[in-house]
Nanobody, 122 residues
Framework: VQLQASGGGLVQPGGSLRLSCAAS????????MDWFRQAPGKEREFVAA????????YYSDSVKGRFTISRDNAKNTLYLEMNSLKPEDTAVYYC????????????????WGQGTQVTVSS
């Protein structure tokens, strides 16, 4: 599966952005999907995960209540709605796909998008 993330940009604190991740595959529902992020000088960290048909979602404590992960299997697309953004949310955001199982560890993923930059600054 090939993944293409988009939707990043510059936003003021308190603002919102929606990231998208388009998957090139005939079997999108084969994959559980995640968002990770990596800030300069830091390790890549888990942000959110969603099961194959969207019935189960997981969030890191740092984004819970502010971010929403969703997917449209008819469009082969993953989303991350980000609200109440903070400067500490600044990072490159990556989408990732894992066959079948929901995972939250970056080391378990074989398929990654190229990343999209999110900058939260006034």
């Amino acid at each position: 599966v090939q993944l293409q993330a988009s939707g990043g940009g510059l936003v003021q604190p308190g603002g919102s952005l929606r990231l998208s991740c388009a998957a090139s595959t005939r079997s999108f529902t084969t994959y559980a999907m995640d968002w990770f992020r990596q800030a300069p000088g830091k390790e890549r960290e888990f942000v959110a995960a969603i099961s194959r048909f969207g019935g189960t979602t997981y969030y890191s404590d740092s984004v819970k209540g502010r971010f929403t992960i969703s997917r449209d299997n008819a469009k082969n697309t993953l989303y991350l709605e980000m609200n109440s953004l903070k400067p500490e949310d600044t990072a490159v955001y990556y989408c990732a796909a894992n066959v079948d199982r929901v995972e939250t560890s970056a080391s378990r993923f074989d398929y990654w998008g190229q990343g999209t930059q999110v900058t939260v600054s006034s």
